[in-house]
């Protein structure tokens, strides 16, 4: 699992993988070294045998050798004779800048090893990233929640987001409304393998102050007078048109 800052900048990360590999004595023959599997006396090394059951007739998978068309007479001691033994190993793999949630990484000869000696298949990664407090992706781009008063909304301001890139400054402009997108561009998730970005959307977020001093008390007071003056100023003027 990946943060949403190491997805952002991308990062190489060290994980374990456990799988099945080729046993390295018998080279994933399952037969003792120098020794080699007998061909199977039931089905000829087919691995096939036909059933007559009347006028039909038909094949199925030979019993003996498990449709191998070979029987292993010497057993491998390291593994038993089945060729193939449990590891537990750590790789490194690198994810993209701009990776997402749901993306699948393949990592080449990294899966389980082949039948009989063949070669390792590929390991295929699925990305899970954790949730963000601050951030959260939209696609390709960030959104952030400022948290503003109401003083910053009605007035402006200006301020510094601390993103995965570092310190970005932005001007809120006066009069903002809650939930109001601000907009960065180009500061957002590359696309992966591509020169293209999203944007760094800030949303802003009014915020009611839940405890206030008595200088406070007193101000927004005085606020709500002049708001309520000034609504019923418009009413009247309204009434006269």
């Known amino acids: ?9 991308g990062i190489e990360k060290e994980i374990d ?61 390291k593994c038993g004779g089945r ?3 449990r590891e537990a190993k750590k790789i490194k793999v690198p994810f993209p800048a701009g990776i997402d949630e749901g993306n699948r990484l393949r990592v080449a000869g990294e899966g389980e090893g082949g039948r009989e000696g063949g070669s390792p298949g590929d390991l295929f990664i699925l990305v899970k990233i954790k949730p963000d407090k601050s951030f959260q992706r939209h696609g390709n781009d960030l959104l952030y929640q400022l948290p503003v008063t109401f003083s910053q909304a009605a007035l402006g301001d200006h301020v510094s987001i601390k993103t995965f890139e570092g310190i970005e400054k932005l001007k809120i402009p006066p009069a903002s409304q809650h939930g109001q997108l601000l907009k960065i561009k180009n500061k957002g998730f590359r696309q992966v393998n591509r020169w293209s970005r999203g944007d760094l959307l800030i949303q802003v ?37």
């Open 83 to 85: 060729g193939r033994m």
């Open 205 to 241: 977020n009014v915020m009611t102050p839940q405890s206030l001093s008595r200088q406070e008390t007193e101000l927004y007071k005085k606020l709500r007078d002049l708001e309520t003056g000034k609504d019923h100023a418009q009413a009247e003027n309204d009434r006269v048109q």
């Open 17 to 77: 993988i456990d799988r099945e590999r080729n046993c390295d004595t018998c080279d994933g023959s399952g037969s003792e070294p120098g020794k080699s599997a007998d061909v199977c006396h039931k089905c000829g090394g087919t691995g096939n045998v036909r059933i007559s059951q009347g006028f039909f007739s038909m094949a199925t998978t030979c019993s003996s050798c498990q449709g191998r068309g070979r029987v292993i007479s010497h057993p491998c001691q």
């Open 1 to 9: 699992m990946l943060t949403l800052e190491e997805s952002f900048l």
